[in-house]
């Protein structure tokens, strides 16, 4: 039965074939624009490390002055200050605990006639690599230990490493970082988390390539590397950042269980009022935000990707709307073929399942065509000049929704006509003819 | 023109009709927004910057080598680019209007008891600054070369409570002069900044736009007599007739290669390149936003032509028998586009109701205003212009039904 509707729909819909057309390109263009703005939107909002990012938290303590500040309405500041990372750091309340920030990392040249380069550089203690698994190709990370003692080490990136050592092992060489010779201990796997969690406030991108060195904050700091981004809540000495009202660092934990986060939370409220009491801060607020919370309380997502999402869901509404539109004026038109066919038996239901098979026919060839929509509408993103448009390509899970959509969105728009087309009374159509 | 039969083959054909209705309904409500989404964007990427900017091209190098010798550098550099023929003015500043990266921001006072700042406002520094951005002085003076502190020096007297160390002047826009003493000159004026470091107002600028941060007010910009050098993060900023700027900045890389080969560029690039880029994601946006509008329109017209041509076929007998009885082909045009009218109308009406609900989401969740009333007017000519066009084949096709067809089949 299903091949006999097969076919009836392909003669119906050849025998129209303007308004065939018409309907499968707008449903094209509505799938197609729907599928481009959810890859991207899904994309921007994806979970960096799903493995693991219920059990990472975002710490935030404050310690900025009364100016400004409304008691229960302030939010604490998004950055914390050295001493208080020290001071929480060394605490060890968490499984794991990290203190980072971004800093610009000039790197001199192995050869002699080249010029010396910047690339982003991750200024952190030594948990960094466990806590937010990152993998290595050769080598490992440091201790807590080289920490304290700044040793002078350095974890690269696996594209450093093939831009200086051409990808072999460099474990144990030497590069001079901000006129500082450093030793080489890890060389990480290609690791660029989506969006870059961990570089949120800290000045910079929230999407694109990972970070080319990873080093010893205090090694960095003695090698005066600045962060990206700070921020001081009086007058400060911006080159002694460690005692200056300044805030500049990030500060993560790793906690397993419920249990665990609340005695966390607890632990930072307890450190805020030990603060208070010690005259160093005036403002009791603190915060504990699991990783995906922490990204919502950024906005990582752009304002205009969730507009750009909603503009295209409206247009492939209005697609179907039309589309609902020419199939019933289209199931109008044949009243006499239904007719007949009713008279010669065909039962309602028969009548429902052949309308709704050419609609679901309209609706592959319009998936189909809206799939090369998507592409299309994906081959511009990565043209736009957005930080994340080089990630924008379809997935096998958007491939299939695009047909799951297409199908839906069509057997919707088939619905009405097919209920009314099973509705006609065979008599009076066979009359009119 | 009588709507009377009209309205009741409508009712005939309810379900089409308001299938009709609620896509131009979705669709007015749709573009309507989008349009105003685009004139938002076109409005942002328009907004002066008060500067000479076809006249200006900047060169950032990376600080290298110590910071104690950045100032006596500087002197050398800037002499350097000076002889570049061509160039008409060179200085060594922080920031510039419309640009992504470091801004220098402050929250200024009127009162030192105040507790809370006035206005967030930007602070430009470095020597030459007014006259290299060609920004037009409206009232007052420019600095005079014995105001300028060194930014370190500035930054030492601030911890140490020294005032003497300090800049006593500064220079604002008429946009932010306007803010604190509306109606009144600023010149001679007292602004607070921190806790209540006095300085006063020497001069007023016409306009001069923030770098970034553009929603605590574009203009709300401040000028300092602070000089400052390569080692606290400025960047050269040399100004040049237009046609001028390729060559200018060919010989600046040079001669500043010259000075020391090992230095690292970070940034060349004129100052419309710069502009350029701090716009380009509204440029992007606005063009998906033009793509949008015109394929909403062009497939609401589409549907229009659809539904029509099917209306004049089902209706070939009726309109036979109307002609035979002796309406016009006038009377046929007529009749079919009186009805596209009447449902545009229709349409318009609960479209111009959702676009202004779709405003209101957008104005809570997006921070946009409200949208203009003439949105209105304009956007229903819009789609009645869009209908009465896309109707208009049909509907010759309706008119050109020979009478005979009423005697044929019956």
Known sequence: ?433 | MDILPILSTLRRHKITAWLLILEIALTCAIVCNAVFLISQRLERMNLPSGIAEHELVQVQLANIGNRSDAEARAKTDLAALRQIPGVTQVALVFQMPFTDGGSSNSGIKLDPQQQEDTVDVTQYMGENLLSTLGTRLVAGRDFRPDEFVDLDAAVTALHSGNLKGLPQVLVITQMLAERLWPGQSALGKQIYLGQGLPFRVVGVVAHLARPNRLSKGVEYSTVWPISMNVAQGASFLIRCAPQERERVLKSALAALKQLDPNRVVLQKRTYDEARHAFFANDRAMTGILVGVCLALLIVTALGIVGLASFWVAQRRRTIGVRRALGATRANILQYFQTENFLLATIGIVIGMALAFGINLFLMQHYELPRLPAIYFPVGAIALWVIGQLAVLGPALRAAAVPPVVATRSV
């Open chain 1, 1 to 433: 039965m299903f091949d006999y509707y097969l076919g009836l729909a392909l003669r119906s819909l050849r025998r129209n074939k303007v308004l065939t057309a018409l309907m499968i390109v707008t449903l094209g263009l509505g799938i197609g624009a729907s599928i481009t703005t959810l890859t991207v939107l899904r994309l921007l909002s994806g979970d960096p490390l799903p493995q693991k990012s219920a059990r990472l938290f975002y710490a935030q303590v404050d310690p900025y002055t009364k100016d400004g500040y409304e008691a229960g309405k302030t939010k604490p500041q998004r950055l914390i200050a050295y001493t208080d990372a020290m001071n929480l750091l060394h605490a060890h309340q968490a499984d794991r605990q990290v203190a980072l920030a971004l800093t610009d990392a000039r790197i001199a040249p192995l050869r002699s006639g080249e010029h010396p380069f910047f690339s982003d550089g991750v200024m952190t203690t030594a948990d960094f690599f466990t806590m937010f698994d990152a993998p290595f190709q050769y080598g490992g990370g440091w201790s807590a230990a080289d920490d304290e003692s700044r040793a002078q080490v350095v974890v690269i990136s696996d594209f450093l490493n093939d831009k200086l050592f051409g990808g072999a092992s460099s474990v144990g060489r030497i590069i001079r970082v901000n006129d500082h010779d450093l030793r080489i201990i890890g060389v990480l796997k290609k690791w660029a988390p989506q969006p870059r969690f961990y570089a949120q406030e800290l000045g910079g991108r929230s999407y694109g390539d990972g970070d080319a060195v990873f080093l010893p904050l205090q090694t960095a700091r003695a090698a005066n590397m600045d962060p990206t981004n700070d921020d001081c809540w009086a007058v400060a000495d911006i080159t002694k950042l460690e005692t200056a009202p300044c805030i500049w660092l990030g500060f993560w934990v790793e906690l397993s269980s419920d249990a665990e986060v609340a005695a966390y939370t607890q632990f930072l409220s307890n450190y805020a009022q030990q603060q208070i009491a010690l005259g160093r801060f005036y403002r009791p607020e603190v915060a504990l935000s699991d990783l995906m919370q922490w990204l919502r309380n950024e906005k990582v997502v752009p304002d205009d990707v969730r507009l750009q999402a909603g503009l295209a869901f409206g247009f492939l509404l209005i697609c179907v709307v039309n589309t609902v539109g020419l199939l019933l004026a289209k199931c109008l038109r044949r009243s006499q073929e239904i007719g007949v066919r009713r008279a010669l038996g065909a039962m309602r239901r028969e009548i429902f399942a052949q309308f709704m098979v050419e609609a679901g026919m309209v609706g592959l060839a319009g998936g189909l065509l809206g799939l090369v929509f998507a592409e299309f509408g994906l081959w511009c993103i990565r043209h736009q000049p957005a930080e994340y448009a080089g990630l924008a390509h379809l997935d096998v899970h958007m491939f299939l929704l695009t047909f799951l959509v297409a199908l839906v969105s069509s057997l919707v728009a088939g619905l009405l006509p097919a209920w009314r087309a099973s509705q006609l009374a065979p008599g009076s159509q066979l009359k009119a003819a």
